[in-house]
């Protein structure tokens, strides 16, 4: 059945036009991918409209416009539970829409409070520490070296090669530091030595399935041992992503087990993505979940696993908007 579906989004270019920052707007979309979403949509016989950001989506619902589903991929500006307020908005006006919900967008902007979780539903973590003053690491019950980065930022930022602390008189300045330029509470963790995974999930509940999985290898060029904010922001120079199939590797194995554990636990929905780090026995570790992947179709994570799988852009269009219709069917 052919739908009306409404794109939400934040375009990078119109923040950067408003005096945003590089940085702040990194998470943002680019017009291609708003672009690709589209012709996908159409392609697959929906009427696709754009709407644009929340206060554009508040001014339309107002309006009295409405659509059968709204694809939402928009990020949000302002406030730690800034990926919740257009899903809000939608459940207030009752539109339905792709992805996940506004109490699972903003537990799972939270690092901490989502490691909380998945640990509390035995998905094996790293031990933490949230720092919401300096003086706070100091309490921090583990060895060095430490890994900090800001409790709910996404994209690396605030993540370099500084992230990596390895004695206890430089925690507090560095946590200082991070608590004075992004004003929201310092992440500590061990610093996870071993390999880096990113894998891409589809599907709700009992029906989400893994897509695929693929390992984040820097090269001599990038940053080294972080999967940092310039790393990704030049990862055509920096960084390899290499496709690996669980039945040839048991570390993807069980970390393909362990995200979709993550996954379900969390209660995400329809499409997205879960990192993970090996500890130096090789064991695969939840680090973040982002039920809001990037979905530009040639750099983003979740494109790039379903493009090594031989999954097209438009099939995976298609699959995120065939799970949000069969959530919907069996809610109604």
């Known amino acids: 059945m052919s739908l009306t579906i409404g794109l939400t989004y934040d375009l990078r270019s119109a923040y950067l036009a408003e005096g945003y920052s590089e940085e702040e707007t990194a998470e943002f979309d680019q017009e291609a991918t708003i672009e690709a979403i589209e012709s996908a949509l159409a392609e697959l016989g929906h009427h696709p409209e754009r709407i644009g950001h929340g206060r554009q989506l508040a001014a339309a619902l107002v309006a009295g416009r409405r659509w059968d589903l709204v694809f939402n991929i928009a990020e949000g500006m302002h406030g730690i539970s800034r990926e919740a307020q257009v899903p809000a908005l939608l459940d207030l006006y009752q539109v339905p829409y792709t992805f996940s919900d506004p109490l699972v967008l903003s537990l799972t ?30 309490a921090v019950p583990f060895a060095p070296p430490w890994f900090i980065k800001p409790v709910a930022e996404g994209t690396g930022k605030g993540v370099t090669p500084a992230s990596i602390v390895r004695d206890r008189e430089a925690l507090v300045p560095a946590c200082t530091e991070l608590l004075a330029r992004y004003c929201q509470p310092v992440l500590i963790e061990p610093y996870l030595p071993g390999r880096e995974f990113t894998t891409g999930i589809v599907g709700t509940g009992a029906r989400a399935e893994v897509l695929g999985t693929i390992e984040v290898q820097l090269l001599d060029t990038a940053e080294p041992g972080v999967y940092s904010y310039a790393n990704k922001e030049e990862w055509r120079t920096r960084v390899h992503y290499r496709l690996l199939r669980p039945e040839d590797d048991p570390a993807v194995a069980a970390a393909e087990a362990t995200a979709l554990a993550a996954w379900r636990a969390l209660g995400c929905r329809d499409g997205g993505r879960v990192d993970l780090r ?40 298609r699959r995120i908007v065939d799970s949000a219709r069969a959530r919907l069917a069996g809610e109604r």
């Open 109 to 138: 902007l939270h690092k901490g409070l989502t490691k909380r979780v998945v640990r509390d539903a035995g998905v094996a973590t790293a031990d933490f520490l949230v720092a919401e003053r300096p003086e706070e690491a100091t």
């Open 278 to 317: 090996c500890d130096a026995h090789g064991r695969p570790l939840f680090l973040e979940v982002n039920p809001l992947a990037g979905i530009h179709p040639d750099h983003s994570d979740l494109p790039i696993i379903c493009g090594n799988r031989g999954i097209p852009y438009r099939e995976l269009i």
